[in-house]
């Protein structure tokens, strides 16, 4: 038994069960042994891989999609770039590079990293300073700039914590991590919540909605700085994009899934990400806020790539190149925008600003 997990055991011990939520936080960012305070779970012995990892065409296209954004909206000075979660900086890096030869003299970028791991901001430093940007790092969104901003989140919605509910006699219950008679981590139902899950009327037991005030309240107050300061958001995460029933709480560990109540700390947790309730989140935000209210669309990483010229930047990618250099970049498209692959599991959001129109986005309405 690894030290968080006798932590978390103790807790239950004297004070009773945890919500999931409180499980996935602790194990995540617990600031001694969480899984993201201590570790790279991209390195070679990594627990996955994203999209960034499998190709620089990922972080480029996107940096061109903010490039049209933030050249409609007056090109603001500086060009705030902010990321969520940014990983080992890959994303930001590839977006550096295709963002950059169209700043004119007098206009800068400004990196924002909004990162909780030391190990990774160490990563980062030494990916992005050679660049010769500016990078700021934050612990969360309150400090970032009053100012346009155009904020990315890869990978990052899915990380933060998840509540479960489970239908038992037709009500809900929170579900809950307690010790089973062996002393074990165990699933187990909580107290009767009173609240509305979608399609009401019957439910069959054991069905599980899950609901992340975390990743709502996150995506308020972006929606919330966008309307009143501009700029645009745009959010790439596996999930789901109309409201419904599962258990998506999943462990990760050396590309496999694992139990999530096992190895705390020392695996990756992750859930589903629910595209509906963010956008719905962030479209109520920014109907009450200021009169420049921004939207919110959803559409799935491979309409988002496919439409932002992958397959072209692959044939220049790969033109003049050897026969393994050029399937290899096949691959990657094969592995970016496949619908048995990453294309539609992915799905992207995008907020901006409703005066002007975004690429791909703009075509959905
Ligand atoms: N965007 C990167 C990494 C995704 S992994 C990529 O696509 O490769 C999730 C990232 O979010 C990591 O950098 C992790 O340290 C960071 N993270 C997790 N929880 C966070 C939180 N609450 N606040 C800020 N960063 C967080």
Redesign the pocket.
């Known amino acids: 038994m690894n030290a968080l997990e006798r932590k978390l055991k103790r807790q239950i011990a004297l004070d009773g069960p945890i919500s999931v939520a409180s499980y996935m936080a602790q194990c ?2 617990d600031p001694a042994h969480g899984y ?1 305070t201590n570790r790279d ?2 390195g070679a012995q990594g627990d996955y891989i ?4 499998i190709s620089q065409m990922f972080g480029e296209l996107i940096g061109i999609w903010f490039l049209d954004l933030w050249q409609q909206q007056g090109r603001p000075n500086p060009f705030h770039l902010v ?6 900086g ?2 930001m890096a590839d977006m550096v590079r295709a963002v950059l030869p169209h700043l004119q003299k007098n206009e800068t970028l400004s990196i924002h990293l ?4 030391p190990v ?1 901001i160490q990563i980062q430093k030494e990916k992005l300073e050679p660049n010769g940007v500016s990078v700021t790092w934050h612990d ?1 969104l309150s400090d970032l700039p009053q100012a346009p901003l155009f904020l990315i ?4 919605f899915d ?2 914590p998840i509540h479960q509910w489970v239908a038992h006699k037709q009500k809900w219950h929170e579900r809950v991590i307690g010790l089973d008679d062996d002393g074990a981590l165990a699933f187990g139902l909580g107290p009767v919540r009173d609240m509305i899950a979608p399609g009401d009327n019957h439910i069959d037991d054991g069905a599980i909605f899950e609901h992340s005030p975390a990743s709502e309240a996150i995506i308020a107050q972006i929606a919330n700085h966008l309307t009143l300061h501009s700029g645009a958001g745009l959010f790439i995460d596996y999930g789901y994009d109309k409201p419904g029933f599962g258990d998506t709480f999943q462990a990760l560990r050396q590309n496999a899934y694992a139990n999530p109540l096992q190895h705390c700390g020392e695996q990756d947790l992750t859930a589903h990400v629910d595209f509906h309730a963010l956008a719905k989140s962030a479209q109520e935000t920014m109907e009450n806020t200021g009169d420049n209210p921004a939207i919110s669309r959803i559409t799935t990483q491979s309409d988002f790539l496919l439409a932002m010229g992958l397959q072209e930047r692959a044939g220049q990618l790969g033109a003049g190149k050897d026969l393994d250099v050029q399937v290899a970049i096949q691959t990657a498209v094969e592995r970016l925008a496949s619908p048995d692959q990453m294309g539609t599991l992915f799905k992207a959001l995008a907020l901006y600003p409703q005066a002007i129109s975004a690429p791909v986005f703009s075509r959905l309405t």
């Open positions: 995540l960012s993201y779970p991209f994203t999209a960034p990892e990321e969520l979660g940014p990983g080992r890959t994303l909004v990162e909780i791991s990774l969360d989140g890869n990978e990052f990380a933060l």
